[in-house]
């Protein structure tokens, strides 16, 4: 009986110095349990880039279901050379797969990105931009939300990280079976969760600031000409109205609010502004 | 009596072994590749030479942090820079054994939940929406520019 005791507490010592001496051993214990179960490693990763990558292949297929993809090589590989460029100078250069930039062949105005680095600007959008810093403004702005996670923080939202948590239950006492059917449905779930949000219900005023902030920024680190986030939202005011609904107009703030929201941005050296020109020229070479 | 002394003293080594590896562990995790690939570079730079390719769950351990990159070795003895985002931490020794006494789940449903979102459930969800046009993305996902490329790109139109 006294040996009995002893080792209740002996483990029960155990556990004790496990939570508070080693916290990592029974927090990754719980996470194991909870979370990395399912793969979901990190603390400050709900997806790990593997699943991210997984989610946005969907999420970009579906968009590529709503609108033919633009095929010309000269011009993705330009696209996606402005586009790499900028990933190159964010704090994230590297996806999973990295970063594919891709042209939807329509005439509404918008750009689109999913979780895991792709990202889709259209044609129609493409033919009333002035100069590849305007260019790399709209891919900067979607280079954002990937970068701040806007598609995976939809699934949080949608309570579906929970329920990946309550699987990761069900796997801990094993529930064989049922695990692989209620993965493939939040699966499901998750990828429509994403594209129902870029494409008709847009991310939330707060998160098009936060792009909108955070091109400005990328553009300056890239060297690119910072105040070109203005010039676009500019021209989408200009045109706000005479253009039918959808893309950007119907999912995002209106461009004035954006512009406002943005302030005043320091001009760009003469430097900036010479170099803006040589890049001009080559934008102006690619017809799209 | 001495028995009885010889298990006491067994289930304290026992217990402390396990509390220092476990901080061990947590003092020096071990790192694996949590992308496709990634490349090992000789310096802290995005246009510094290669070293060698590494591929997803290829293990690495810390040797110092580097601003954005890390100083990591490989199994194989290679040493030399890795983005910092390019790694998750490997669960520890102890906290899968524990793991594995605490629950016993069918090896297909670890498999499957270890892997969570992936191959498996994309190739699920194609099946169950046959618009979803995974052709077309495919040709978007091809490779079509190479670092000789990008880094001629930005010097010609003077960008870092």
Redo the contacts between chains.
């Keep these: 009986m006294k040996k009995g005791i002893f080792y209740s507490t002996a483990f029960a010592l155990y556990l004790g110095m496990s939570v508070s001496g080693c916290g990592t051993a029974f927090s990754s214990i719980s996470d194991s349990l909870f979370k990395g179960g399912l793969g979901l490693a990190r603390a400050n990763r709900s997806f790990e880039p593997k699943q991210e990558y997984y989610i946005g292949r969907s999420v970009a297929a579906l968009l590529l279901d709503k609108y033919p993809a633009y095929t010309k090589e000269a011009q993705l590989k330009y696209v996606n050379l402005v586009g790499r460029t900028l990933a190159n100078a964010s704090e994230e250069p590297e996806t999973y797969a990295g970063y594919r930039f891709g042209i939807l062949d329509t005439p509404e105005i918008a750009a689109y990105s999913t979780p895991g680095g792709f990202v889709f600007i259209t044609k129609g959008f493409l033919q009333i931009l002035p100069d590849e810093d305007a260019l790399a403004a709209v891919l900067a702005h979607e280079l954002g939300h990937v970068i701040k996670k806007d598609g995976v923080n939809v699934i949080k939202q949608n309570g579906i990280t929970e329920s990946l948590t309550s699987i990761g239950r069900d796997v801990a006492v094993s529930h064989a079976g049922v695990v692989a059917q209620q993965l493939n449905s939040l699966f499901g779930s998750s990828v429509q969760g994403v594209f129902d949000s870029i494409v008709t219900k847009g991310y939330g005023r707060s998160q098009e600031y936060a792009a909108d902030a955070y091109s400005e920024s990328l553009l300056k680190q890239a060297g690119y000409n910072p105040e070109s986030i203005k010039t676009v939202l500019s021209i989408l005011k200009a045109r706000q109205g005479t253009e039918a609904s959808g893309g950007w107009f119907s999912t995002h703030p209106a461009p004035q609010d954006r512009i406002d929201n943005l302030g005043a941005i320091s001009s760009a050296g003469p430097e900036v502004k010479t170099a803006e020109l040589i890049r001009q020229k080559r934008f102006e070479r690619i017809k799209w | 009596m001495y028995i009885?002394n010889t298990r006491?003293l067994s289930?304290?080594v026992v217990?402390l072994i396990?509390?220092f590896s476990?901080?061990a562990?947590?003092a020096e995790p071990e790192l694996s590749i949590?992308?496709?690939s990634?490349v090992l570079r000789k310096s802290p730079q995005?246009w510094a030479a290669h070293v060698s390719e590494l591929s997803?769950g290829t293990s690495v351990k810390k040797i110092e942090d580097a601003g954005?990159w890390i100083k990591v070795s490989t199994e194989s003895g290679k040493t030399g820079y890795i983005?910092a985002?390019?790694v998750?931490?490997k669960?520890?020794a102890?906290?899968?054994s524990?793991?594995s006494m605490?629950?016993?789940?069918?090896e297909?449903?670890?498999a499957?939940?270890?892997?969570?979102?992936?191959?498996?459930?994309?190739e699920?969800?194609r099946k169950?929406?046959p618009?979803?046009?995974?052709a077309?993305?495919d040709?978007?996902?091809r490779?079509?520019?190479s670092e000789k490329?990008?880094r001629q790109?930005?010097a010609?139109?003077?960008?870092?």
């Design positions: 009885s006491t289930l304290i217990l396990n509390i476990s901080a562990f947590a949590a992308l496709r990634t995005a997803y954005g983005l985002s390019a998750n931490e669960k520890s102890l906290s899968n524990m793991l605490m629950t016993a789940p069918q297909s449903d670890i499957l939940a270890g892997k969570g979102f992936g191959a498996e459930t994309e699920q969800f169950n929406t618009g979803a046009n995974f077309a993305l040709k978007i996902e490779d079509r520019v490329e990008l790109f930005a010609e139109g003077k960008l870092s």
